[in-house]
């Protein structure tokens, strides 16, 4: 197993249902290629630190991914043709942090202060 993170920069000025549907689809997709979507946080709308394509503010979403595939192409591309979506990025998580977070078996361990 394979634990990615996915984060997803949507349009600020979309409605609810229209997040919802891009955020849905997108684990339909990973659902087809085996995995799962663990964890979805929505972080909501935020300024972003300079324009992109003529807008100034974003809609923030990250998925953690668990998938037996070996890349998450078909993903990267719906993300890339979405006109909903102002950019995208997805990483794979070390096995050490994806543990940690719980997302590959074995006991997550507490974060620390540091």
């Known amino acids: 197993m394979r634990a990615y993170e996915l984060m997803v920069i ?3 000025e979309l409605e609810e249902s229209t997040i919802q549907g891009v955020i849905n689809r997108s684990g339909e997709i990973v659902a087809a ?4 979507v663990a964890t979805t946080d929505k972080w909501g709308v935020r300024r ?3 324009e992109i394509d003529h807008k ?3 809609f923030y979403v990250v998925l953690e991914i668990v998938t ?7 993903l990267d591309r719906f993300l890339r043709l979405a006109d909903e979506t102002i950019r995208h990025k997805i990483i794979r998580l070390p096995d050490h942090e994806a543990t940690r977070r719980g997302l590959l078996g074995g006991d997550a361990e ?3 202060a540091g």
């Open 56 to 58: 100034t503010e974003g």
């Open 48 to 50: 972003f630190a300079y």
């Open 33 to 36: 290629a085996g995995g799962t």
């Open 10 to 12: 949507l349009d600020a």
């Open 68 to 74: 037996e595939a070996q890349n998450l192409d078909d």
């Open 110 to 112: 507490p974060a620390t």
